[in-house]
């Protein structure tokens, strides 16, 4: 199982081949985890946009959110889930100062709530994090791992 | 000899079926409306497209329709004695590999719990089907792509997200007494695109 960042998750939502996310899941043998925080990252992006496009994505994300479900739900009637579904949960909500102060060195290039959220949520899973290759994402990482916190992270272009 | 294993087979049978014509097997009673369900050709559609959504083959998802319906059939009527068994072990052997399940009662023993017996084979299936089933099978990535991805123009914001306002944590006082700065870092995006 991988999980998807807020970014990955918008570009999940547009769902256009040449996005580095598609081109990612196009030779992927994992399954796909969306997060609480990255599903409310794509929702706040999208409520930004106007016309047909913003509709669309609506459309595409309201989908990905009622296909995706908790990993306690199974048998045979209960709808096929088509992605994992994490929350932001209790054990991740007493760890996520953690992150936030192993973050603090970067300053006023901290990454946001969500993103720190979705961090947390790999950090407690253990799951691999899929992150769009860019140096404010690699300088994050480097935070992280300076300051002792595993995560691991598949990184696409 | 015969003859007379013969007849002790005779009078078991007339007693076991005097005993079950007055008392029903225990638990048959309770498999009945499930039995109904399980042979309900809407119930047995939904059952097959649920196995079919886990990527069963047809040729499975047969065997598992016939398997269930055997198995709750067996539970729900008269089992056979041990004696009977005994008599013909082969004949039930073969019926078992045909996919029919059966119940067996030990008639000498009344407080003894029955049994359902099905073939090796069809246990397995049984429990590969409980495993698949019970836990929900996530499609892999590639499947996923398969299903949502589109050759239109992709959006600019899907193409360069935009960077959230970086984080910042209040002080201790702010928060506890408010402050709107704090909330619309939380709140707003780092920039428009």
New interface residues.
Partial sequence: ??ILD??TT??????????PL?R?????????ALTAPGIA?AA???A??EGP?RRQ?EN?LREMVEKA?P?Y??????P?????FLEFGRAEARVFSDL?VA?DV?G?????????QSYTIANVTDLPIVL?DTQ?AREQLDALIQAGIHMQTIWIS | MGNVGNLDIRVQKAHFHEYYDHIEPEGAATMRPLLHAIQDEAFVQ??KV??S??EFSTERIERLTTLLQSVTRAAAYDPMTITELKANPGRVIESLTQSRAQRIADGKQRDREDVIMVSAEDMKILVDAILR??????????E??K?????????Q???N?????????PSYAEALHGNDVSAE??RG??Q?W
Avoid at chain 2, 133 to 139: A, D, F, K, N, S
Avoid at chain 2, 149 to 155: T, W, Y
């Fill in positions: 199982v991988v807020p970014p918008l570009q999940l939502a547009d769902g256009n081949s040449d996005l598609l990612f899941l196009e030779g992927s043998s994992e399954p796909v990252y706040d992006v999208i930004t946009l496009q994505l595409r479900a990993a739900e199974g048998g045979l009637f209960a096929v889930p088509l992605y994992h936030r973050l970067m006023d290039r901290m990454p946001g709530a969500l993103s720190i769009l404010s | 939904q059952f649920g196995l959504a886990r089933t019970t836990l929900p099978r996530y499609p892999l990535g590639r996923i792509y299903r949502v991805a589109h050759s239109g123009a992709a959006s914001v899907a193409l997200p935009p960077g959230e306002r970086p984080h910042q944590t870092n939380e995006l780092a428009s």
